[in-house]
């Protein structure tokens, strides 16, 4: 997969400029996109699935420059979950909304059907096919959503914000179903403010700063400190625990390990 954007700018119909020249390519199956408030992240990821189309600049998927004739087809290959469930759960029951895009691409019932039961299957969610969504709570009107767009195929899925709202446990759950996407072959670009989730799940790092891209590369670009504070960002928790030393653990487990082998080698004393 590789999505690459060049020079993509777009400003807003009442003026606001919200991307400016922003050049990127993404090419790892875990890509994490990160900046403060009002930076752009939401509307570039509305780029990346042909939701808006550049006022100049280009975005290609694949090697395809996504323009107004084929950004519909863009829109089946790049699946987009909204930060909020509630702008893309509408239907009257949790089937009948994860049913609505394949039924819209034209698949027969049964494929539906097949679709909707494998995809509540994968999120557990299959109890609640029958409720209405808006009765549902946010992590389960997530997951819906989730499903929903799973359900297109994708080849591509975006989240914009996953993680916001939801407890420890949520968390994990969500985390969890993003690598097994990642893990199936798809990539998955999330958008996120939290640098600490990014450090420890990404393969791939975007920072971007009123509208233009700052940095990107792995997950150790979190750790430049003069980048960092230009985005208005702050560091991993990780990195500023084990700065003054040469070990770099980008995750709890690793830390774990190092400092396990650490005391090993040189007891605390009592
Ligand atoms: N519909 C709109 N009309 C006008 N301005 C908009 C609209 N949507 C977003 N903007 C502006 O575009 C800029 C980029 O917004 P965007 O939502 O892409 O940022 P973001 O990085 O996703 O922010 P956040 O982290 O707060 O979700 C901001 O200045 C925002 O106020």
Known sequence: MNVSVNHLSFSYPDGTRALHK???QLTKNKVAILGSNGSGKSTLLQHLN???IPQSGTVEIN???ITKKNCMDIRKKVGLVFDHPDHQIFAPTVFDDIAFGPRNKGESEKDVARL????MDWLNISHLQNKPPYHLS????????IAGVLAMEPEIILFDEPFSGLDPYSLDDFIEILNRLANLGQMVIITTHDVDLAYSWA???LILQRGKALLQGDVHILENEKVMAEA???LPSLFSLFKET???PTNIQQAKTLLEQIVRKEPLMK
């Open 203 to 205: 393969e791939e790092c």
């Open 116 to 119: 909707v039961y494998e995809m």
């Open 232 to 234: 208005k960002l702050r």
């Open 246 to 248: 040469k070990y770099r």
């Open 63 to 65: 090697g395809t420059r």
């Open 50 to 52: 042909g939701l808006y």
């Open 138 to 145: 946010l992590g389960q009107k997530k997951k819906v959503a």
């Open 22 to 24: 922003l050049t990127c």
